[in-house]
């Protein structure tokens, strides 16, 4: 399913086989946490900014409209009208940073919904059965996110208990994908890397789910308040350990610098709704940095938010005329600004792959790193 094309040191160029379509890697999964991306963005919109993978949220949609709902209703590809490839996040990270008040035990989590309060079980087994009744092509293991930091003790336990969440969550896929109203037969399940910032319990908990032989791995539990350079080596360490025929996904991150570097080290999947969040206050990302486009200065600016962009926004409306919808509070402000972000870093992904291709993405990195993280 997972063919390196090229590397270049620990960098690969790379192309994963989904049943609605291949990933050319390494890729930026777009995020539609309930089936679709906040900031009025259509499966329409996606396909003409590049967008390769959707990404939706298990927790969110068991919420509302309910699983069973898309189910019913063909699966998310059928529901959102997405035809490329999609994959559901477990739903763990939901679970233990939304719920106020929560219950762990071996068999899974009980917790109070954020919406209305009311009582939710979610483990292995019923995070299985709402990523099969969504239909997605890649669904992730049920795991939990631990706060970081917490002692070494605790993440040593919580990484045991994660991977025999794991081989539940891999006998439950199996027997779901035997009924005949599966969704999406080809739905596959990946395994997530947790350890929070020990280096020796991340190296452990990654050979340990390695040797289950699964189509790909995350690692979880970063970007969560560490800093850069402890992350950084947290991907070295895992990496290490990790399967070279399979993909490895980061989740979370992050800025485009984080993205450079994560790719220079081996990472091949990212996702993260800060170029969406952003947008819809007003921070944009451009080819010269970052712009917080409610600036008075840019009130009578008549050109594109990037003059090297080619999105369908930069071709069009001027910086000004953003500006000016974002301030009156009118959605299209939110819906042309979270357009260009996505489309800013789905094409500093393409921009990854082609200077991969040529084997200079480690000049191409080193001269981008700084440039786009400095605010204008």
Same mark, same amino acid.
């Given at each position: 399913?997972?063919? #390196?094309?090229?590397?270049?040191?620990?960098?690969?160029?790379?192309?994963?086989?989904?049943?609605?379509?291949?990933?050319?890697?390494?890729?930026?999964?777009?995020?539609?946490?309930?089936?679709? *991306?906040?900031?009025?963005?259509?499966?329409?919109?996606?396909?003409? /900014?590049?967008?390769?993978?959707?990404?939706?949220?298990?927790?969110?949609?068991?919420?509302? !409209?309910?699983?069973?709902?898309?189910?019913?209703?063909?699966?998310?590809?059928?529901?959102?009208?997405?035809?490329?490839?999609?994959?559901?996040?477990?739903?763990?990270?939901?679970?233990?940073?939304?719920?106020?008040?929560?219950?762990?035990?071996?068999?899974?989590?009980?917790?109070?919904?954020?919406?209305?309060?009311?009582?939710?079980?979610?483990?292995?087994?019923?995070?299985?059965?709402?990523?099969?009744?969504?239909?997605?092509?890649?669904?992730?293991?049920?795991?939990?996110?631990?706060?970081?930091?917490?002692?070494?003790?605790?993440?040593?336990?919580?990484?045991?208990?994660?991977?025999?969440?794991?081989?539940?969550?891999?006998?439950?896929?199996?027997?779901?994908?035997?009924?005949?109203?599966?969704?999406? !037969?080809?739905?596959?399940?990946?395994? /997530?890397?947790?350890?929070?910032?020990?280096?020796?319990?991340?190296?452990?908990?990654?050979?340990?789910?390695?040797?289950?032989?699964?189509?790909?791995?995350? *690692?979880?539990?970063?970007?969560?308040?560490?800093?850069?350079?402890?992350?950084?080596? /947290?991907?070295?360490?895992?990496?290490?350990?990790?399967?070279?025929?399979?993909?490895?996904?980061?989740?979370? #991150?992050?800025?485009?610098? %984080?993205?450079?570097?994560?790719?220079?080290?081996?990472?091949?999947?990212?996702?993260?709704?800060? !170029?969406?969040?952003?947008?819809?206050?007003?921070?944009?990302?451009?080819?010269?940095?970052?712009? %917080?486009?409610?600036?008075?200065?840019?009130?009578?600016?008549?050109? !594109? /938010?990037?003059?090297?962009?080619?999105?369908? #926004?930069?071709?069009?409306?001027?910086?000004?005329? #953003?500006?000016?919808?974002?301030?009156?509070?009118?959605?299209?402000?939110?819906?042309?600004?979270?357009?260009?972000?996505?489309?800013?870093?789905?094409?500093?992904?393409?921009?990854?792959?082609?200077?991969?291709?040529?084997?200079?993405?480690?000049?191409?990195? %080193?001269?981008?790193?700084?440039?786009?993280?400095?605010?204008?």
């Amino acid at each position: 399913m997972f063919k #390196v094309l090229k590397t270049e040191g620990k960098a690969r160029l790379g192309r994963y086989d989904t049943a609605h379509g291949s990933i050319q890697t390494p890729v930026f999964m777009n995020v539609g946490t309930q089936a679709a *991306i906040k900031g009025a963005l259509s499966a329409a919109d996606l396909e003409n /900014i590049g967008c390769q993978v959707l990404l939706s949220n298990t927790y969110h949609l068991h919420l509302r !409209p309910g699983d069973d709902t898309v189910h019913a209703l063909g699966g998310l590809h059928s529901f959102s009208t997405w035809k490329g490839p999609i994959l559901t996040d477990s739903g763990g990270f939901q679970v233990f940073s939304l719920a106020a008040l929560r219950n762990i035990k071996e068999e899974g989590v009980t917790f109070s919904a954020h919406t209305d309060g009311h009582k939710i079980f979610m483990g292995p087994e019923e995070s299985m059965k709402i990523q099969w009744n969504l239909g997605s092509d890649i669904a992730m293991a049920f795991d939990e996110c631990v706060e970081n930091p917490s002692t070494y003790e605790y993440v040593r336990r919580s990484c045991s208990r994660t991977y025999r969440w794991l081989e539940r969550c891999r006998a439950a896929m199996d027997e779901l994908h035997k009924r005949e109203d599966t969704v999406n !037969p080809g739905q596959v399940l990946w395994g /997530i890397n947790q350890g929070g910032i020990y280096h020796d319990l991340r190296a452990e908990h990654m050979k340990r789910i390695a040797e289950l032989d699964l189509p790909g791995y995350a *690692i979880g539990g970063l970007a969560v308040g560490e800093t850069a350079d402890v992350m950084y080596s /947290i991907i070295e360490t895992v990496n290490e350990q990790a399967p070279i025929d399979k993909p490895r996904y980061l989740m979370g #991150v992050g800025t485009p610098a %984080n993205i450079l570097e994560a790719v220079w080290r081996g990472v091949d999947f990212f996702d993260c709704v800060m !170029p969406a969040r952003n947008a819809r206050h007003g921070h944009i990302f451009t080819s010269r940095g970052i712009i %917080n486009i409610n600036n008075r200065k840019y009130a009578e600016d008549n050109r !594109p /938010i990037d003059e090297n962009c080619g999105c369908p #926004v930069c071709r069009r409306y001027s910086r000004a005329y #953003v500006r000016h919808l974002i301030r009156s509070g009118e959605m299209l402000g939110m819906r042309l600004a979270v357009m260009h972000n996505l489309y800013f870093y789905n094409d500093l992904m393409a921009k990854i792959r082609a200077h991969l291709e040529t084997g200079d993405f480690e000049s191409f990195k %080193n001269s981008q790193v700084e440039v786009l993280s400095q605010r204008i």
